[in-house]
């Protein structure tokens, strides 16, 4: 509770109108999964949970031989059975601990969220840009072949398919305005300051690939914090239910009479009587098999967790330095292809047609979307890859999309 309350208190301040990235991203410490699980740990802090040094008190009277002179009296008091009171303390200290562990994997949970809704943003924008880069190239393409209708370069079925070209990106373009409305509702649903304010995020300002490689490189997984601890301590929590449940027994009285008549034989009227309940038979056998089971349960969950784990982390390694070798290969191509010397070749052979630089431009366009998708892929594996290793819940937090944060 300390470490996310640290948080809170380190928040920054976004510049006015406009969402910053770390606003967004520590928002994550204020939504409502994970002020609850705060506010329960707050509540445990105050040991209301420990048990009363006494389970019951009893005041009892009785008529000794049916007559009324002869009236008993009698407190009868039930002491708590003390491995019980320590069994119930490890309970809920481990509940305690349990929900720690499960605010990190809230947060977690939560940050990739709002990770993924950052890289699904900037990546829209530049879809956008180059879709309205293709849109103006293809609308100078038009412009051109109307120009040259009754010259020999003029080509009536390029003229048509070029019109519908016009039309398909003209749809594409609406069609990605509809989902930047929809990711903005799913944003401002994740933060809503962010109504108020302009989003401005880009694939230009998020980390270049090359420092992801070179900061994984760096850096070691710590695969034993987050999920495998939060399932340890789950084993923990249902071994200690059921530690609970088996000293969950009355182990007898302690009772003080008082008989009046007594007085009258020149006697002491007060007894102490002591009554001792003898664990023979255990009455919380059904409900200590129930916790068997769940500690079992709770055995077969961390395993699968510790499996789970060991392969993903292979797997969002494996991905993201194969996504970073493709990416690479695809830079040196498009820097191999000399486009600049390769338009000049290209208009003086087709006689110095202005049609064949602007081809080649949108042909270049379309290497930029395949290079912007491939920068995607690596970004989401990157942020996969650091939830494996329980980096991105760790505090202080962290802004992973940034450069100044990983140098």
Known sequence: ??????????????????????????????????????????????????????????????????????????????????????????????????????????????????????????????????????????????????????????????????????????????????????????????????????????????????????WIQRHEARPENGEIAYRQKLVELASAEWALAKSNLNIGFVQAQYQQYRLEQERSPWSIGLGVRLPLFNPNKGKMAEKKLDILEAQGELTQAQDEQEAGLSLMKTKVRTLTQRYHSLQEQMESLDMEGLGENLNAIQGGNPLAELRLRRSLVKSKNVTARLKRDIYHAYIEYLAETELLQSLPMVNYLQSDSLR
Request: charged share 30%; aromatic share 10%; net charge negative.
């Open 1 to 214: 509770m300390k470490r996310l309350i640290l948080g809170l208190i380190c928040l920054p301040m976004s510049v006015f109108g406009q969402v910053s990235m770390e606003d967004f991203l520590w928002s994550a410490l204020e939504a409502p999964e994970v002020q609850t699980l705060m506010q329960q740990n707050a509540f445990l802090e105050t040991n209301s949970y420990k048990l009363s040094p006494i389970r019951g008190m009893e005041i009892r009277t009785e008529t000794n031989q049916l007559d009324p002179h002869r009236q008993d009296f009698a407190l009868r008091i039930n002491p708590a059975n003390p491995w019980e009171i320590k069994r119930n303390n490890e309970y809920f200290q481990t509940y305690q601990e349990v929900i720690g562990l499960d605010q990190d994997r809230k947060l977690k949970e939560l940050l990739t969220r709002h990770y993924a809704a950052i890289i699904g943003w900037s990546y829209l924008q530049e879809q956008k840009k180059l879709k309205q880069e293709e849109q103006e190239i293809t609308q100078s393409l038009l412009q051109i072949l109307e120009a040259q209708r009754f010259s020999s370069f003029f080509d009536a079925d390029d003229y048509a398919d070029l019109k519908i070209d016009l039309l398909e990106k003209h749809a594409d373009l609406e069609e990605l305005n509809f989902e930047e409305e929809i990711l903005r509702k799913e944003i401002e649903s994740l933060f809503p300051l962010a109504k108020s304010q302009d989003i401005a995020w880009s694939m230009a300002s998020l980390v270049p690939v090359e420092l992801i490689e070179q």
